[in-house]
Antibody, heavy 123, light 109 residues
Framework: QEQLQQSGPGLLKPSETLSLSCSVS????????WTWIRQPPGKGLEWVGY???????NYNPSLERRATISIDTSSDKVSLKLDSVTAADTAVYYCVRDVSMVRGIVGPWFDLWGQGTLVTVSS | QSVLTQPPSASGTPGQKVTISCSGS????????VYWYQQLPGAAPKFLIY??NQRPSGVDRFSGSKSGTSASLAISGLRSGDEADYYC???????????FGAGTKVTVL
């Protein structure tokens, strides 16, 4: 059974860089869009951005170009970096598989979610 | 503030039908498919409805619909296990990205 396994530090100081990775077990990256979603404590979901298997990316403009999502097909890993974090970036971050492209349909068709990583930004 | 508008809460007694609305605009709900996700307490969201009204295998009692710039999710035969937050989502042509509603918390009385 395919699973997404996330890893990365859970505590950062303001101005540091958030760095998370996501690996696929029981499967491969395939021809999917790999997406990061975040959820501040007690709040709703926010789309961070996605990377396609080819390396093409798209980001939420609200992140003001601080986010970088990359893909390593040799190790079947997807990574998220978020620069210059503040307390407002405190959230649970989810790695998510988007099958929209494979299905030829506009999404967000998120069929597989990682366990989530709580990242807290505090001095 | 979320791009898609959902009521913050909805409730019903066991066996009842509960409906959750999701209001958007011509750049998202009005021109693209709507998806629904269920988030049980302490868990990651789970895929519930795709392409406005299609259900993945294993999902029953949940139905979706869309008309114009609004969509809705109906839960029939409400059960205590349905207590969760429900989110609508869509592609937004103006943002060139995905947008979500703020979520609706369903309580079974």
């Amino acid at each position: 059974q395919e699973q997404l396994q996330q890893s990365g530090p859970g505590l950062l100081k303001p101005s540091e860089t958030l760095s998370l990775s996501c690996s696929v077990s029981g499967g491969s990256l395939g021809s999917y869009w790999w997406t990061w979603i975040r959820q501040p404590p007690g709040k709703g979901l926010e789309w961070v951005g996605y990377v396609y298997y080819s390396g093409t990316t798209n980001y939420n403009p609200s992140l003001e170009r601080r986010a970088t999502i990359s893909i390593d097909t040799s190790s079947d890993k997807v990574s998220l970096k978020l620069d210059s974090v503040t307390a407002a970036d405190t959230a649970v971050y989810y790695c998510v598989r988007d099958v929209s492209m494979v299905r030829g349909i506009v999404g967000p068709w998120f069929d597989l979610w990682g366990q989530g990583t709580l990242v807290t930004v505090s001095s | 503030q979320s791009v898609l508008t959902q009521p913050p809460s909805a409730s019903g007694t066991p066996g009842q039908k509960v409906t959750i609305s999701c209001s958007g605009s011509s750049s998202n709900v009005g021109s693209n498919y709507v998806y629904w996700y269920q988030q049980l307490p302490g868990a990651a969201p789970k895929f519930l409805i795709y392409i406005n009204n299609q259900r993945p295998s294993g999902v029953d009692r949940f139905s979706g619909s869309k008309s114009g710039t609004s969509a809705s999710l109906a839960i029939s035969g409400l059960r205590s296990g349905d207590e969760a937050d429900y989110y609508c989502a869509a592609w937004d042509d103006s943002l060139s990205g995905y947008v979500f509603g703020a979520g609706t918390k369903v309580t079974v009385l």
